[in-house]
């Protein structure tokens, strides 16, 4: 964990907020998603692995009033905090890795715009399925976007792992029900183009 979170801060400390492959000012697909989930606007809301994303800003502006932000670096949460300083209610900022994430708190949604690629062990995957399931209401929504089986094989120096929408399903089959997903292209501030599989999820139990 400690060389994961060293890696992480030194890319927020050192990159542009456009100097990285995932950056988005409006993550489209993301927020399509959310709202079909047809959540309620004081539903509480996180996003996994937030790094600079302008996801929250978005939900904010659109007047989610409950948005928490998750994120291994400090560094990218100060630069979330400050910019998002002027919305009063927005949540709880968690600086965690999302394998040691423990709160009391239950979310109606949770999302993961590619931190679960990044987890490259069978221990890892379990762990983080856990992790959410014990997270998320009955009811509740996960959507989870990853490198498809035909994205990149790494991201940010580091090994990946890709995933197709049937993988992915088996992997949280036993909690969670497969209600929509979706294939996408996502062009980088680089002009690259990354192919991702998003699944948005129901929790069964």
Known sequence: MVESKKHWEKIYETKELNGVSWFQKKPSTSLSLI???????????????????????NLLKNQFSNVSILDISNNALNEVQKR?????????????????????????LWHDRA??????????VRNYIEISENHIRKGGTLIIGTFSENGPL???????????????????????????HLNTNHTTPFDTIQNFNFCRFKKLK
């Open 84 to 108: 998002t300083s002027k919305y009063t209610n927005r949540g709880n900022l968690f600086n965690s890795n999302v394998l040691d994430f423990n709160t009391d708190k239950r979310f109606d």
């Open 154 to 180: 790494k991201c940010s120096g580091l090994e990946i792992s890709r995933y197709s929408v049937e993988h992915l399903k088996l992997l949280f089959a036993e909690s969670f029900e497969l209600v929509e």
């Open 35 to 57: 709202e079909g989930s047809s959540i309620k606007k004081d539903a509480e809301i996180i996003d996994i692995g937030c790094g600079k994303s302008y996801l929250i800003d």
């Open 115 to 124: 931190v679960f690629h990044f987890l490259t062990t069978e221990k890892e």
